[in-house]
């Protein structure tokens, strides 16, 4: 353990900081998989576009608070949106 004060500060803040970004790439993950088990199960396509919707506000999030890197997010986002239309294409 830490003796310095603000040591022991930094060990507060980031353990805070560690709880927080785990809930976001958790929230992220999640996000991400109900998506693409949507368009697996063939779910309405009205689902899989509220659903792709939902991912990118959470992966923007994700990115805006440095949790992942912005490139990691357009990169992701732009994979799932393949998907998607892909999808969408076949189910008109």
Do not use: F
Request: net charge positive; charged share 40%.
């Amino acid at each position: 353990m830490a003796n310095i004060k603000s040591a022991k500060k930094r060990v507060k803040q980031n353990e805070k900081r560690r709880i927080r970004n785990k809930a976001l790439r958790t929230r992220m993950k999640n996000v991400t998989k109900k998506l693409l088990v949507a368009i697996d199960t063939e779910e309405s396509p009205e689902k899989v576009q509220e659903l792709l919707s939902s991912s990118y506000s959470v992966l923007d999030e994700a990115a805006k608070k440095g949790v992942i890197h912005k490139n990691k997010a357009s990169r992701k986002k732009s994979r799932l949106t393949v998907r998607a239309k892909n999808y969408l294409e076949s189910h008109k």
